[in-house]
Structures are given as structure tokens and as C-alpha cells.
């Protein structure tokens, strides 16, 4: 069991958050804690390079090297490479994913193999780096299941969303936030960029039963499915039945559109679409976007669904998968899913 994080923790250190959750944590040996740790200090180099971005891009056309001798990387690459070094170096971690990469991403021989995976997407939203909009690092961890004298298995790196150890975001923004959870509630950290600590500032998030904001790209309108089609038209149409004045709000930044949300209330969608014939099941990937956010909106009383089934309760195919993800205010949620199911529209 762990302490319950109350408004008396707030202004503490992350550090100490986890040093104390690994003191109440029964058995706990001190490997998730470094592992998150890691996890933390490969955010903060991220968010240092992301306040950087425009000069990197100015750097990186010009063909400068850095001092190491390197070409100056574009972000999303630094971002993965990042993440991919730190967590290697902890230790802590078997194998990783990242969306950057297609494959499995092994752990060179020189660091110890650990017991956790990291499924994660270094740089999500990066479309959206040059016009300084948000972006962020999102990530998901499991526990190995099979023994360590073996190779990491299929098995270990295709669990289903429900059987994650942790996960959560970082947000590069106005000020740069990590919300997590390790399965007792949900809490954000912004970072004080004066001394490098991120400090409690969000304890026990909880998102609102019903939200007034609708997030979808309503660009894809004329290739959703109908019942995403009548929802969205109840939302708009609908007043007298739901009682709510919505607005919509769309970035096209999932950890941002996401964020927002959660604090707010409301529902994010990217159902399935038939825009394009290589991603029928829309654009959104399962292991390092939906699984994560939907273990966070869990933790916080919300819900995630594809509009048939729970986003944890599905059987991962492959480490790429994509899925639609409906997300959001319980309420909300709800009311997309008895239009999938037929029962309104
Ligand atoms: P990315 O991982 O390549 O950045 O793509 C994922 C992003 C999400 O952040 C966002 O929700 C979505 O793409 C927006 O897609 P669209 O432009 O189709 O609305
Ligand atoms: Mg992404």
C-alpha cells in the first residue's frame, strides 16, 4: 500500500513523492523508483531542448555539429534518443518501444537487464513543434513476465493496457507538467525551471463526470461511421436532451487536447476513419498513446473506449497498433458508446 497523496503533499520534490510511495510500497526494492527517476531526468533534458527548438532548427539547417561532433538532430530523433539512453543507463529495463522505432528496441549488453518495459512516444504532436503548440513525451510501463535468463518474449512486450505498472505524460508548454500514476490515483508535477526540480502542483486529479468540451478533428467528418457522426451531431443539436452548452477545442497535440480534458472534463475522439485505407482503424497507437492516457483517465474516474470495447482490455496484436480512442468525462464517454450500441441517434 502506498500514502495517499494529499493537499499537504503539495510543493514536495517528485523525488521525495517517489522515495516516499517506495517506503509505504510493500516488497518495493527500489528498481521503480530509478526507473522513474530516469524516466524524469530524460524529461527534463527534453523540455531544455524543446525551449531550444527554434535555435536547434536554425543550427540544424545551417549543418552545425555539436560539441560531441554529431549533426545537430532534428527533435523528435533527440527526443527518442533521450529517453532511449536514460532508460537504458537505469538498469531497470528489459527492452523498450518507442514510436520512432519499428522494432523492439534491445538493451545493450553493458547495462544490466531489468524487469520493467517501456512502451513510449518521445515526441508526440512534433508536427506542431515549429509553431511552438505543445508537445510531449507519453509513456507506459509493464513488469517482465518471463524469467530473466530468457529472452525478452512476445509475451512481455504485447500486455494488454490493464496490466501496466504505470504510466503518464509530460507536457512541453506555458509550463512544463508530468502527470502520473502508479496505479493510487493520479498526480502532476510542474517543473521549477530555477531549480530543476519538478514540485507537486496537481495532487489527486480527478476529471469532472461531464465536461462542456468536444475534441475531434472535424476535418474527417465525412469519414467517420454514423453513430460518431449522430453523436457529434447530438453534442452540437442536442440541448434540450444533455443540458450542456458544448465548445469545441481541438490543438491536434493528443498529450495537450488530452490535459486539458482531464482537468476540465469533456471527450476526445479519433475514432476509426475510412480517410485513409492503410489506418482503418484511425490514427492513434494503442501501445505508447491510448493505453497510457487511458490508464491515466481511469486512475482520475474517467473512461477510455474505442466506442465497443475498454481501451485496457485489448489484446495487442503488434507493438504499432493503432486504434480509435474515445476518452474522457465518464458521462461523456457513456453517451458515445449507446450510440455505438445503437440505444440513442
Ligand atoms: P504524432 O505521434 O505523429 O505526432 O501523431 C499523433 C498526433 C496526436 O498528437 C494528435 O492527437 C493527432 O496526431 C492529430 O491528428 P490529426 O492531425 O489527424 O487530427
Ligand atoms: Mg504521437
Avoid at 481501451?311 to 503488434?318: G, L, N
Wanted: glycine share 10%; proline share 5%.
Amino acid at each position: 500500500m502506498s500514502t495517499s497523496v494529499t493537499t499537504e503533499n503539495v510543493g514536495i520534490t517528485i523525488s521525495n513523492h517517489l522515495l516516499l510511495n517506495q517506503q509505504y510500497t510493500t516488497g518495493a526494492t527500489g528498481s521503480y523508483t530509478r526507473l522513474l527517476q530516469a524516466l524524469v531526468l530524460a524529461c527534463k533534458i527534453i523540455q531544455r531542448d524543446v525551449a531550444k527548438a527554434g535555435l536547434v532548427d536554425v543550427l540544424g539547417r545551417a549543418g552545425f555539429v555539436n560539441v560531441q561532433g554529431e549533426e545537430v538532430q532534428k527533435l523528435d530523433e533527440l527526443a527518442n534518443t533521450t529517453v532511449k539512453r536514460r532508460l537504458s543507463a537505469s538498469g531497470e529495463v528489459c527492452a523498450l518501444v518507442s514510436e520512432e522505432e519499428a522494432d523492439i528496441i534491445e538493451i545493450p549488453r553493458q547495462y544490466p537487464q531489468g524487469s520493467y518495459l517501456v512502451h513510449y512516444d518521445p515526441l508526440d504532436g512534433s508536427s506542431n513543434i515549429d509553431a511552438n503548440v505543445s508537445i510531449g513525451t507519453i509513456f507506459s510501463i509493464y513488469r517482465r513476465l518471463t524469467p530473466p535468463t530468457t529472452d525478452v518474449a512476445h509475451a512481455d512486450v504485447l500486455q494488454k493496457g490493464i496490466e501496466q505498472a504505470g504510466a503518464g505524460y509530460v507536457i512541453y508548454g506555458s509550463s512544463c507538467i508530468l502527470v502520473f500514476s502508479t496505479g493510487q490515483g493520479v498526480n502532476g508535477f510542474t517543473l521549477d525551471p530555477s531549480i530543476g526540480e519538478f514540485l507537486l502542483s496537481h495532487p489527486n486529479i480527478k476529471t469532472p463526470e461531464r465536461g462542456k468540451i468536444y475534441s475531434i478533428n472535424e476535418g474527417n467528418a465525412n469519414y467517420w461511421d454514423e453513430p460518431t457522426k449522430k453523436y457529434i451531431d447530438w453534442i452540437k443539436t442536442g440541448y434540450e436532451e444533455h443540458r450542456v452548452h458544448y465548445t469545441s477545442r481541438y490543438i491536434g497535440s493528443l498529450v495537450a487536447d488530452f490535459h486539458r480534458n482531464l482537468l476540465y472534463g469533456g471527450i476526445f475522439l479519433y475514432p476509426a476513419d475510412t480517410k485513409d485505407p492503410k489506418k482503418p482503424q484511425g490514427k492513434l497507437r494503442l501501445m505508447c498513446e491510448a493505453n497510457p492516457l487511458a490508464y491515466i483517465i481511469e486512475q482520475a474516474g474517467g473512461l477510455a473506449t474505442t466506442g465497443r470495447e475498454r481501451i485496457m482490455d485489448i489484446e495487442p496484436k503488434h507493438i504499432h497498433q493503432r486504434t480509435p480512442l474515445i476518452i474522457g468525462s465518464p458521462e461523456d464517454v457513456r453517451a458515445y458508446e449507446q450510440f455505438v450500441a445503437g440505444k440513442r441517434g
